[in-house]
């Protein structure tokens, strides 16, 4: 007889009787799902829940004590567990119709099963069981030690026993495949791996996780708050209790191993884990799905109706079959990387052979006998610009030379765990997905030298493979030696880019002296397509791949696989001149700056960015990850736009100097700057910052009125001089700001979605017109030097001003005797469309315009422009000297941004995209009603997200997450407003369609995670 034979028949009648006359509970009872008991979610008159158990029958009181022992443990360690409700008599676990009764807290909480995976939830479910391993560890009783037919450690005999219940022979032939596995690896393993009593049964339906609440999105969905059923409580292995996890996390991932190893990082990071351990552990969640399946499948058969039985069968076959096609070398090496260990065990062996024996040369002569020569082809390299990056073979060659003086003999060196940018063409992509990582972390060393140059054994082995790799930016001709060290272990060493006739020089298994030649250094396009070089690696172990071993890897991976692709340098003897640098943990980077660079200055993302290169739309990292970059209206042309890039190298190669000599382009510069703006605005001084552009600005308009007093508007930001912050109450106003001093007039921020008036109409516009009035009246007549004010406010939350506003603001200044400066830094030169400056779109002549950011592409170019009388006034006979304000490489720096503008018609491209964003973005505030608000002009946009449309209750904490989310996804976009949560997007002007449509997509994506939902 089974043991689903003894299930309790209880109904929910007899549940919510045993409930009141034995617990004393009065309450509603509900079935819940369980294989061999009865349990029934019991909701009590008191508001309470509870959990009433009636266990099988075949269940005996010492081993629900244990079980309840053993979640006592656990909840003193802090693993969030169910307390017992003890019965009227004082027991905890009461006999009834004979069958033992418990009740139990019901937590509350999201299934697992239920919960959007992610690696921070992994690796806490690792940690809590990791936790509950340590509060567990002595814990011995008697009753733990049985036979238990879950229990991974008996998984060969539990499996053998039901095989022949799988009826389906594919799925059979996963099973053998498993116990063969079992076998070899665990089964040798088992009298000495370390045992303990575990859980045994952290299945996603026995995990809970803190569903969190809207207003903090970040913590949503990644903490574990409950760990149910004890029922699998057994004396077995110590690496079980992970192991068992773990095959439920598979199926949930698209890298399951990755997702395994988080949960074993969190684990061991708790509770630390043996290499023995961490061998068995793959093969123990194969055990573990192969022992669902088995179950799945005899269970069903006995009670074909019941569809709890079969609820983990369709699952568990399918990871199953999906883990049995992954190389179960790499899965360990991985699981060794997460758990801090060498990928490869015996790396530090092959290592140790490798230095303490000596090289043949793989060119023929000694490394000191040749020219060699670091090459550098990491992403910040600047060997190439961006437009090289898919040039062909030709060109790559002819930087390389360029590189090495022009030498053509010149051997260039270099490569190792180089993160480059040269295989982000689709051949290296992983999947159709742009945000996907791709590979560019190179695993060997590559020697650029003239194609035809004979290879010579650095060491002796055997050919293990000859092949032609054919396709395209593959290795072309590539031949794979197999050695071996002094104590037998084996190693391989890999030679790709190699002529046509290497392919027929060598078989396999022919033996190769060291110092013997092995082939030759190919040309294109036979050699993959490549300019001539031997890409050289290591490699442990081939996992079967064998020519097709990966030579470049996903960063994700590539820790892993640079343990089993040592450096090169050690097999070839190469000399420390042209050895591989280590890269550097961002956190290193970081700590460095905190150290450094002062405190406040903020570091954006949790996980902060290294920046490393800029091409046109994009901003990439170190390790070659494209950023859409949404947010850089400084790189107004593109990032590292040649044309830009050009002028200035060109300029600061002949001349940098200040302007006290006469030069022509910075008087082209003044005359094509001035003729983009309206009479009179016609005299131009040139600085390097907004800030320095709108502090001269104030001294203008205080020199040509006699007066002091300033108007600024509310949340407004002008820059970071004491002067400026004087005027700018998003910083006087803020954190550690003082207020401001007596002289500054802050008027309402003309808001047009939360403000006091809104909308667009001009009545609005006037409305808060009459409050800049008010300010210039409070400076009173003759004391009012003039208005500041954004054209659009940026800081203010990308708020477009509403019509008539600029134009009536002027006016009631003017009429006080004051000026009107146009803080254009942010929006000018074309970002908001054909108008070219902001304020031309509300139809303002102002009368000083203060210009920055997008002027130089980068470079630090700023100019205040005014009208020849303010100039004249200013010009008091104190000199106005600006260093580098001015200076050439500025002046051809900025005439090149202008060139760029005009060719490109950037300005009309901006009012395109930037309809075409805004368009979306209303789209998605139908269906999304976080999106409270789209705005802008051109491409200078904003989004503001809200709790509620009808209080406008701001959601910063959303909008702080999907930031954070689609940097992970590889868009780049900040927030900004009084309440930090207005999506602020102003990229550079060369967006086209394919970006805009990628912003808008990803924003949905990131709207519809189940962290947002209500
Ligand atoms: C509107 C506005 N004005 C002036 C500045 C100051 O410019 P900078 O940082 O170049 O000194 C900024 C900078 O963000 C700005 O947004």
């Known amino acids: 007889m089974s043991l689903l034979d003894h299930t309790p028949t209880t109904g929910t009648a007899d549940a919510e009787r045993i409930a009141l006359d034995v617990f004393g509970v009065r309450a509603t009872a509900s079935g819940l799902p369980s294989e061999r008991d009865r349990n029934f979610r019991l909701d009590a008159e008191d508001g309470s829940t509870w959990v009433l158990k009636v266990s099988n029958s075949l269940e005996t009181r010492a081993v629900l004590e244990v079980q309840a022992e053993a979640a006592a443990l656990s909840a003193a360690a802090g693993v969030p567990v169910q307390r017992l409700h003890p019965a009227l008599t004082g027991a905890t676990v009461v006999e009834v119709g004979g069958h033992l009764v418990r009740l139990l807290e019901h937590l509350p909480g999201v299934l697992a099963a239920d919960a959007p995976p992610s690696p921070a939830l992994r690796r806490d479910l690792g940690r809590v069981l990791g936790c509950l391993a340590s509060a567990l560890t002595g814990y011995d009783p008697p009753e733990a030690h049985r036979d238990f037919h879950w229990d991974v450690a008996r998984a060969d005999v539990v499996v053998r026993e039901l095989r022949d219940v799988v009826t389906d022979p594919a799925r059979r032939s996963l099973v053998d495949a498993v116990l063969e596995r079992f076998d070899a690896v665990v089964a040798p393993r088992l009298p000495s791996l370390r045992r303990a009593v575990i859980h045994g049964d952290a299945n996603d339906h026995n995990v809970l996780v803190d569903p969190g609440s809207r207003s903090a999105p970040a913590e949503r969905f990644v903490r574990v708050c409950g760990l149910l059923d004890f029922g699998d409580v057994v004396h077995s292995l110590v690496v079980a209790e992970p192991a068992v996890a773990a095959a439920y996390v598979v199926a949930r991932s698209d890298d399951p191993v990755g997702a395994v190893a988080d949960l074993v990082a969190g684990f061991h990071a708790e509770h630390p884990l043996g290499e023995d351990e961490i061998d068995v552990l793959w093969t123990l969640v194969l055990a573990r799905l192969s022992l669902s399946g088995v179950h799945a499948a005899a269970q069903s058969a006995q009670r074909p109706d019941d569809p709890y039985l079969t609820v983990s069968e369709g699952p568990a076959w399918r990871a199953l079959e999906a883990l049995l096609a992954i190389d179960p070398g790499f899965a360990l090496y991985r699981l060794r990387d997460a758990c801090g260990l060498e990928p490869h065990p015996r790396a530090g062996a092959v290592r140790h052979h490798l230095a303490s024996t000596p090289a043949a040369p793989l060119l023929g002569p000694p490394w000191d006998e040749l020219p060699i020569f670091p090459l550098d082809l990491s992403v910040g390299s600047d060997l190439f610009a961006a437009q090289d990056l898919g040039a062909g073979p030709e060109r790559f060659d002819a930087l390389i030379r360029r590189d090495v003086g022009g030498d053509p003999d010149a051997i260039a060196v270099g490569g190792y765990g180089e993160a480059r940018l040269l295989y982000s063409t689709p051949e290296y992509a992983t999947a159709q997905d742009p945000a996907a990582e791709r590979r560019t972390v190179h695993l060997g060393t590559d020697l650029w030298t003239r194609a035809g140059t004979p290879l010579h054994a650095p060491r002796a082995g055997r050919v ?47 033996e190769v002296a060291a110092g013997e030649v092995i082939g030759w250094i190919g040309s294109p396009p036979r050699n993959g397509g490549w300019a001539p070089h031997v890409h050289c690696q290591v490699i442990l172990d081939l996992l079967g791949l064998d020519v097709d071993f990966p030579g470049v890897a996903l960063p994700s991976r590539a820790s892993a696989f640079l343990g089993l692709s040592p450096d090169p ?356 505030s139908v269906e999304h009603e976080l999106v409270g608000d789209a705005r802008g002009l051109g491409l200078y946009l904003g989004i503001e997200l809200v709790r509620d449309r009808a209080t406008l209750e701001p959601a910063a904490e959303e909008a702080a997450y999907v930031i954070e989310r689609m940097r992970h996804l590889g868009v780049l976009v900040s927030t900004d407003g009084p309440f930090h949560n207005v999506l602020k997007i102003k990229p550079p002007l060369v967006w086209t369609e394919p970006e805009a449509d990628r912003l808008l997509a990803t924003l949905d994506r990131v709207l519809r995670e189940p962290a947002l939902a209500r």
């Not at 794979?480 to 880019?497: A, I, Q």
């Not at 309206?678 to 502090?695: T, Y």
């Not at 003039?786 to 509403?802: A, D, F, R, T, Y």
Request: include cysteine; hydrophobic fraction near 40%; proline fraction near 6%.
């Open 464 to 510: 293990h493979r000859v092949e032609d790799n054919a396709a395209p930016l593959d290795y072309g001709p590539v031949v794979v030696l197999e050695h071996r060290t002094d104590d037998g272990v084996p190693y391989f060493s890999l030679y790709g880019h190699l002529s046509l006739e290497s392919l027929t020089h060598l078989k396999p298994g022919d």
């Open 569 to 924: 340098a050690l097999l070839l003897g190469l000399p420390p001149s042209v050895a591989a640098a280590p890269r550097r943990a961002v956190a290193e980077t970081l700590a460095d700056r905190h150290r450094l660079l002062g405190r406040n200055l903020s570091v954006s993302y949790d996980d902060p960015l290294r920046i490393t290169r800029g091409v046109g739309a994009y901003l990439v990292d170190d390790l070659g990850r494209y950023y859409l970059d949404s947010v850089n209206n400084v790189a107004h042309v593109g990032h590292a736009h040649p044309h830009v890039v050009a002028a200035g190298q060109r300029q600061l190669a002949v001349l940098a100097t200040n302007t006290r000599y006469l030069h022509e382009e910075v008087l082209r510069y003044a005359e094509r700057l001035t003729a983009t703006l309206p009479d009179p605005l016609s005299v131009c001084f040139f600085v390097n910052s907004g800030s320095e552009a709108n502090d001269l600005a104030l001294r203008l308009v205080r020199a040509a009125t006699g007066a002091w007093d300033v108007v600024c508007v509310d949340h407004g930001y002008h820059g970071h001089t004491q002067a400026l912050i004087d005027v700018s109450p998003y910083k006087h106003a803020g954190p550690g700001g003082r207020g401001a001093p007596p002289w500054v007039h802050v008027a309402t921020m003309p808001d047009p979605y939360r403000g006091e008036h809104r909308g667009y109409d001009p009545s609005v516009g006037r409305a808060y017109a009459d409050d800049v009035a008010r300010c210039a009246a409070a400076a009173g007549d003759g004391r009012l030097a003039g208005w500041i004010v954004e054209s659009m406010i940026g800081c203010g939350g990308q708020v477009v001003l509403p019509d008539g506003y600029l134009v009536a603001g002027a006016e009631a200044v003017r009429a006080r005797g004051g000026l009107v400066i146009a803080d254009e830094v942010q929006v000018g030169f074309g970002r908001v469309g054909p108008a070219f400056w902001g304020f031309a779109t509300q139809g303002l002549v102002p009368d000083v315009v203060t210009v920055g950011k997008p002027a130089g592409d980068g470079h630090p170019l700023a100019a205040v422009v005014t009208t020849p009388e303010i100039a004249a006034a200013f010009a008091n006979g104190m000199e106005y000297f600006n260093t580098f304000g001015g200076n050439a490489v500025s002046a051809a720096i900025g005439n090149a941004v202008l060139d760029v503008i005009e060719q490109e018609d950037l300005a009309a491209n901006a009012e395109r995209i930037g309809r075409r964003i805004l368009a979306g973005a209303i789209e998605l």
